[in-house]
């Protein structure tokens, strides 16, 4: 797909350094258009801005569509700095009723590791008071935020405009067995005191469970069959140069989270699209290969059928096979028997 090749060589050049390479063609021509729509898609627009307007003026998009492009990287940053402004409010008012630290979790965290955080898209904030979960939902009741109870894992409100998610740091039994040992590791690196300091206050998980639970919420889309965007893989290529050691660390982790086939398809995926070749850690056998692609044209290009997502999904997870025939069955039923209609 061109304009996917296009937008991943903006993307690597924004994000590493460089003018992107123009002598093979690939921007001659290009629907520019379709390009930008990809982006946007892939949650990139932001990120890919700076390379785009590093090309030469012949491959260069039509003024529509490089205004258009403009004005939804500089929305993307204006409302990176709202974020801002609403964790500091928070940050008081939570302070105020007592209650900290709160560990701050994925976007707000993972941004930083961007040349220019303002640039990677986010849509809410993501916290975990610690042991004072009920007391922060009560905190936030009586601030007059509307709180939704309805999600196991956290409540969700909004604050100042923006969606809020309450994590609460007791992992739920219901969870996919992947994401509830990726809980216990949270759990275990705020109760062994793992946990980093913020500048703003908050704080941060270590490294290591940092890249699992980036690992985890990947295998999360895969697992409820949505999509995954170049800005969720280029969130797990940057921690992982930012902290390389990790690699050979990490495989107890992985093994009690269940990740360990996973991680080396999303590694040999990463290889793929950002051309960073770690092996010994990266496989690069033939079924390892397969996978990685299938996970760029299924879930980061929307392609292939149900049916397909499904099997990868039993293939790259360790889901029983009672989960595997459960949701089968599900399914079926959902297409065979016609949704009832209301006859009142």
Same mark, same amino acid.
């Given at each position: 797909?061109?304009?996917? /090749?296009?937008?991943? #060589?903006?993307? #690597?050049?924004?994000?590493?350094? $460089?003018?992107?390479?123009?002598?093979?063609?690939?921007?001659? $021509?290009?629907?520019?258009?379709? =390009?930008?729509?990809?982006?946007?898609?892939?949650?990139?627009?932001?990120?890919?801005?700076?390379?785009?307007?590093?090309?030469?003026?012949?491959?260069?998009?039509?003024?529509?569509?490089?205004?258009?492009?403009?004005?939804?990287?500089?929305?993307?940053?204006?409302?990176?700095?709202?974020?801002?402004?609403?964790?500091?409010?928070?940050?008081?008012?939570?302070?105020?009723?007592?209650?900290?630290?709160?560990?701050?979790?994925?976007?707000? =965290?993972?941004?930083?590791?961007?040349?220019?955080?303002?640039?990677?898209?986010?849509?809410?904030?993501?916290?975990?008071?610690?042991?004072?979960?009920?007391?922060?939902?009560?905190?936030?009741?009586?601030?007059?935020?509307?709180?939704?109870?309805?999600?196991?894992?956290?409540?969700?409100?909004?604050?100042?405009?923006? /969606?809020?998610?309450?994590?609460?740091?007791?992992?739920?039994?219901?969870?996919?067995?992947?994401?509830?040992?990726?809980?216990?590791?949270?759990?275990?690196?705020?109760?062994?005191?793992?946990?980093?300091?913020?500048?703003?206050?908050?704080?941060?998980?270590?490294?290591?469970?940092?890249?699992?639970?980036?690992?985890?919420?990947?295998?999360?889309?895969?697992?409820?069959?949505?999509?995954?965007?170049?800005?969720?893989?280029?969130?797990?290529?940057?921690?992982?140069?930012?902290?390389?050691?990790?690699?050979?660390?990490?495989?107890?982790?992985? #093994?009690?989270?269940?990740? =360990?086939?996973?991680?080396?398809?999303?590694?040999?995926?990463?290889?793929?699209?950002?051309?960073?070749?770690?092996?010994?850690?990266?496989?690069?056998?033939?079924?390892?290969?397969?996978?990685?692609?299938?996970?760029?044209?299924?879930?980061?290009?929307?392609?292939?059928?149900?049916?397909?997502?499904?099997?990868?999904?039993?293939?790259?997870?360790?889901?029983?096979?009672?989960?595997?025939? $459960?949701?089968?069955?599900?399914?079926?039923?959902?297409?065979?028997?016609?949704?009832?209609?209301?006859?009142?």
């Amino acid at each position: 797909m061109r304009a996917f /090749e296009a937008l991943l #060589r903006l993307t #690597r050049a924004a994000l590493f350094g $460089g003018v992107p390479q123009t002598s093979d063609g690939l921007f001659d $021509g290009l629907d520019w258009q379709d =390009t930008l729509s990809l982006a946007s898609r892939c949650a990139v627009t932001a990120i890919a801005a700076p390379a785009m307007e590093k090309l030469p003026p012949n491959n260069m998009p039509p003024d529509s569509v490089y205004l258009s492009w403009c004005l939804s990287a500089q929305r993307c940053r204006d409302e990176y700095a709202t974020r801002h402004r609403t964790l500091s409010s928070l940050h008081r008012l939570l302070a105020d009723g007592g209650i900290g630290p709160v560990l701050l979790l994925k976007g707000e =965290t993972l941004a930083d590791l961007y040349p220019d955080p303002a640039a990677r898209a986010s849509s809410d904030i993501d916290i975990m008071p610690l042991e004072r979960f009920n007391e922060s939902n009560m905190l936030f009741e009586k601030a007059g935020c509307d709180i939704d109870y309805s999600n196991s894992k956290h409540t969700v409100f909004t604050f100042e405009g923006i /969606e809020i998610e309450n994590h609460t740091p007791v992992p739920h039994l219901n969870y996919h067995r992947c994401d509830y040992r990726t809980e216990v590791l949270v759990q275990k690196a705020c109760e062994t005191g793992r946990l980093i300091q913020r500048d703003d206050g908050y704080l941060e998980l270590d490294p290591m469970t940092q890249i699992i639970y980036t690992l985890n919420h990947f295998a999360l889309h895969i697992y409820m069959n949505e999509l995954v965007t170049l800005r969720m893989a280029a969130d797990l290529e940057l921690l992982l140069r930012r902290h390389p050691e990790v690699l050979s660390h990490w495989d107890k982790e992985l #093994r009690y989270t269940g990740l =360990t086939k996973f991680s080396r398809i999303v590694l040999r995926m990463l290889d793929i699209l950002f051309g960073e070749d770690r092996a010994p850690f990266s496989v690069s056998d033939k079924a390892t290969e397969r996978a990685a692609q299938a996970i760029i044209d299924m879930f980061v290009l929307d392609g292939g059928s149900e049916l397909k997502r499904l099997v990868c999904r039993f293939l790259w997870l360790p889901v029983t096979s009672v989960e595997f025939f $459960g949701y089968l069955y599900e399914k079926t039923l959902r297409h065979l028997i016609p949704a009832r209609k209301n006859n009142y």
